[in-house]
């Protein structure tokens, strides 16, 4: 069965300092993988997305991701990191039944 | 371009109350769409999902219902809530092989 983890749930990172989230996948066939960022009180926005293709992919708001089969991870990074960043982040793999499996969040928090 | 509505955005309830929450997708035809319960600093748990007219798939059992009595409307019910049923539910919609996308949620409080 297939299933995401996010190893950390709490990360800080002072503003304009670099930022890496990690996502690990298990999936049988070639994945299809999203990063989504949620802020309080809000619903999932889509950040990026892979489903094939070049390994890197950029995103909205200077986020990017690195897809490695072989280490079967999707982590999200970002060179500098602003205040506004702060949020929840969600790692996701799209199944064949067409359901998305998310991993259970990052919290990032932004110190000044 | 598409976009998805979701109300109301805030709910507070007694127990044993009915529920009724709605979503409606603009701009794409015969979508998939989610419902998704998300408790306080959780992640997400997939409550129905719906691949076309009056077809429900329900993932947990429970104390909630859905239903899709048009193409690009979801509704979630309830004919009693319960104190567990607090919590953020969220509306999402895709199209095959497509990220999904979500709603702005319905914070629900059950008194």
């Known amino acids: 069965a297939q299933s995401v983890t996010q190893p950390d749930i709490h990360i800080t990172v002072s503003e304009g300092a670099s930022l890496e989230l990690r996502c690990n996948y298990s999936y049988g066939a070639t994945p299809y993988l999203f990063w989504y960022v949620q802020s309080p009180g809000q619903g999932l926005q889509l950040l990026l997305k892979?489903?094939?293709?070049?390994?890197l992919v950029q995103g909205i708001k200077g986020f990017e991701a690195e897809f490695k089969r072989s280490q079967s991870s999707f982590n999200l990074r970002k060179p500098s990191v602003h205040w506004s960043d702060a949020a929840e982040y969600f790692c996701?793999?799209?199944?064949?039944?067409?359901?998305?499996?998310f991993g259970d969040g990052t919290t990032l928090t932004v110190k000044p | 371009s598409q976009t998805i509505h979701q109300w109301p955005a805030t709910l507070v309830q007694p127990v044993g109350s009915p529920l009724s929450l709605e979503c409606t997708v603009e701009?794409?035809?015969?979508?998939?769409l989610y419902w998704y319960r998300q408790a306080a600093g959780r992640g997400l748990q997939l409550l129905f999902y719906?691949?076309?007219?009056?077809?429900i798939s329900s993932e947990v059992p429970q104390n909630l219902s859905a239903s899709r009595p048009q193409d690009r409307q979801f509704i979630l019910s309830s004919k009693k809530l319960l104190l567990s049923d607090s919590g953020f539910y969220l509306c999402a919609w895709s199209v095959p092989n497509q990220p999904q996308h979500f709603g702005d949620g319905t914070r629900l409080s059950i008194l």
């Open positions: 719906s691949v076309g007219i009056g077809q």
């Open positions: 701009g794409t035809s015969n979508p998939n």
């Open positions: 996701a793999v799209l199944t064949n039944a067409g359901k998305s499996t």
């Open positions: 892979y489903f094939s293709g070049d390994t």
